[in-house]
Nanobody
Framework: QAQLVESGGGLVQPGGSLRLSCAAS????????MGWYRQVPGKERELVAT???????NYADSVKGRFTISRDNGKNTVILQMNSLKPEDTAVYYC????????????WGQGTQVTVSS
């Protein structure tokens, strides 16, 4: 059964950095889009960044220039390097992957907490 396993969240001071990792296992085609979303209580889950296996990236305006998404296609792993973190980046971060016909199949990770606070 396919699943995503995330790691790397935690507490960091404003201006600091964190690195999130997400590893996909199971029957996930190599042609896919992996990405990160985040959610705070009372708000909808929002896009942070996505990276397709063919190289196309997409970033939320709020993280451009600070966050970098990368992936290891051979390992179906996606990394989110977060620099210059701000308190408003505090959220639960979720990894996801879209795959299959029309990229219509969707899988979410369990989420990892990122807290930016002094």
């Amino acid at each position: 059964q396919a699943q995503l396993v995330e790691s790397g969240g935690g507490l960091v001071q404003p201006g600091g950095s964190l690195r999130l990792s997400c590893a996909a296992s199971g029957s996930i085609p190599t042609r896919n889009v992996m990405g990160w979303y985040r959610q705070v209580p009372g708000k909808e889950r929002e896009l942070v960044a996505t990276l397709a296996s063919w190289g196309t990236t997409n970033y939320a305006d709020s993280v451009k220039g600070r966050f970098t998404i990368s992936r290891d296609n051979g390992k179906n792993t996606v990394i989110l390097q977060m620099n210059s973190l701000k308190p408003e980046d505090t959220a639960v971060y979720y990894c996801n992957v879209r795959y299959g016909v029309g990229l219509s199949s969707l899988l979410w990770g369990q989420g990892t907490q990122v807290t930016v606070s002094s």
